[in-house]
């Protein structure tokens, strides 16, 4: 069984930072592309980052130059720092990850249970 946890969310004024973690953990083999999505209210669930075991990055539109992700592979953790935080940045932040069980497995997809972030005006 593997689990995705998120931790880092919480209350911040605009023009603040966060920074999001999330730690894949159990039984894991490999793990390809990591990514963090939104979902705010009344919207559908958005790509925010997403990052290659490579490290090659895509980024929103809206969120470029201001939020940066990476990973640390050993750890099979994907970061979010967030930077000049704006209100409609506010939103439920959830992981994913490409997660491999086994060699002869194929990847799927799981999902962490998501973190609030909330840019107060």
């Known amino acids: 069984q593997v689990q995705l946890v998120e931790s880092g969310g919480g209350l911040v004024q605009a023009g603040g930072s966060l920074r999001l973690s999330c730690a894949a953990s159990g039984s894991i083999f490999s793990i390809n592309a990591m990514g963090w999505y939104r979902q705010a209210p009344g919207k559908q669930r958005e790509l925010v980052a997403g990052i290659a075991t490579t490290g090659r990055t895509n980024y929103a539109d809206s969120v470029k130059g201001r939020f940066t992700i990476s990973r640390d592979n050993a750890k099979n953790t994907v970061y979010l720092q967030m930077n000049s935080l704006k209100p409609e940045d506010t939103a439920v932040y959830y992981c994913?990850?490409?997660?491999?069980?086994?060699?002869?497995?194929?990847?799927?997809?799981?999902w962490g249970q998501g973190t609030q972030v909330t840019v107060s005006s």
């Open positions: 994913n990850a490409a997660i491999r069980t086994s060699y002869s497995g194929n990847y799927y997809v799981e």
